[in-house]
């Protein structure tokens, strides 16, 4: 991951968009397990600023969803 902005200097989500960001996490965290497990390392670091989210969440959460429809066949090979 590149680097970005502390959390702290963005501007936090209202209601409906904490809602969002956690129904989109939750939904992402399913298909994580289920699915594609390349995606639990992000989703990780996403979702200990679900309760809070800021600006930058939801960027991320934005590029967390661009890499699932632009790898809709990852794999780990062990």
């Known amino acids: 991951m590149q680097y970005v902005a502390p959390l702290a200097t963005t501007k936090e989500l209202d209601e409906p968009g904490r809602k969002r960001i956690q129904n989109v996490i939750g939904s992402l965290l399913y298909y994580g397990i289920a699915v594609d497990p390349t995606t639990l390392a992000a989703l990780s670091e996403i979702t200990g ?3 809070k989210p800021k600006k930058q969440t939801e960027q991320q959460v934005k590029i967390v969803l661009k890499y ?3 790898h809709p066949e990852a794999k ?3």
């Open 49 to 51: 600023h679900q309760s």
């Open 68 to 70: 699932i429809t632009m």
């Open 76 to 78: 780990i090979r062990y």
